[in-house]
C-alpha cells in the first residue's frame, strides 16, 4: 500500500492525497467543503454538478460556482452534451479557481438524460468523445470524467468508453461502480474498476460503497485503482475522506468522533449554512441534521424533528437539547 502515501497525478497537477471527496448535488457546497477540508487538508473536493449551458449564458454566476479562500486543491464539476457551451462554462470554471474540470458522465436522473447529459452520453460516446476533445482544447487545467459501468447491465460498454476517453485527452477517470439502471442500488462491482485500471495509463480512482477506511483499504487492494472517491459515507460525517487519507499515508487510524462531536459539527454546519445561504440555507440543513443524528437511543425521534426546523435558532436548541440528553444519559458513544 506504499504508493497510496505517494502524490496523486492528474495530468500536470500534483494532489497530495488519493483520498477524493465526490461532487453530491444539494451537499458539496462551499459550506460542507470547508467541514470536509479541516480534517483532509490535502484531498481533493468538487463543486456540485453545474449545468454548462445555463452557465455558458449567464452573466452572473451562481453561488454554485464560487469556490473560497484555501479550497484548493478543487475541482469543478460540469454537465451537458454540448460540447461548445461545456468548453465555454469550463473556462469560466477555470476563471472561479478550479483547478480540473470534471466532466459528469454518470448522473442517472431522467431530467438530464433526456437532455442527453450525464449517463446517457455513455450511449453516446462520439459526442462523450467530443466534449472532452472541445473542453481540454479550452482550458489548460486537467480534463476528468466521472462515469457509471454502462447504461444498464447489458450494455456494460466501460472497456471502450474509457479508452475513448483516454485518446481524447481526458487526464483521469472516476469510476461509479454501478450502471445507470441500478441508480444508487445494489453493491458497487469493483471487478469492473479493476479491469479499466489495467487497460488505462491515466490514473482510475474507484468510486461506489467506499464508506469506511476498511472498504477503502479493500478497493484499492482489489481494484489497485489509484485513489478512492468517498461519496454518500460522508453524509453528516465529513470526517471520512481525512480517516481514509489519514490511514493510507499512516498506517494508523484516528480517534473516531462521538455522537456529541457529529453533533456539535452538526450545529456548525447549520451555522455556516444561514450565514451563506439564509433561509434557504435552513431548509437545505434539515436533511444534514438528520444524516449526522446516527446510532444513539433516540436518534431516530431527533431526526424527525430536525428535520422539520424552521430557524437557527430552533435548529440549535435543537441539537443542545440532543447534546443535553446524551450526556444526562451518559450515551455519548463512539461512531
Ligand atoms: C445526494 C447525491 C448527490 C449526488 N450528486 C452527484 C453529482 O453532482 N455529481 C456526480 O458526479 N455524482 C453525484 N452523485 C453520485 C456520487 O458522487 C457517487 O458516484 C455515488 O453516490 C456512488 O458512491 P457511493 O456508493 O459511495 O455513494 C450523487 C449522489 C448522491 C447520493
Redesign the pocket.
Known sequence: MAIYSSPLKIGNLEVHSRVLQ???????DLVFRRLVRRFAPDSML?T??VNATEISQLQELPQLMVIGDKEQPISM?L?DCRPDFMAVAAKKAVKEGAMTI?I?M??PVNKITKKGGGSSLLRQPEIAEQIVREVVGAVSVPVTV?TRLGWNAQEINIIDFARRLEDAGAQML?L?A?TREQG?HGP?DWQWIKRVKEVLSIPVIA?????SVEAAINCLEFTRADGV?????T?GYPYLVGEIDYYLKTGKNLPKPTSIDLLSLAKEHLQGLWLYKGQRGIWQARKHLAWYCQDFTGAALWRERFSRIESLGEGCDLIDGAIAQLNLENENIYR
Open positions: 465526490s461532487p453530491l448535488s444539494g451537499v458539496t468538487y456540485e454538478m464539476q454537465f470534471d459528469n454518470g448522473c466521472k472516476t461509479h454501478r444508487y458497487a468510486n461506489g460503497d467506499i464508506v472517491m468517498c461519496s454518500r459515507g453524509l
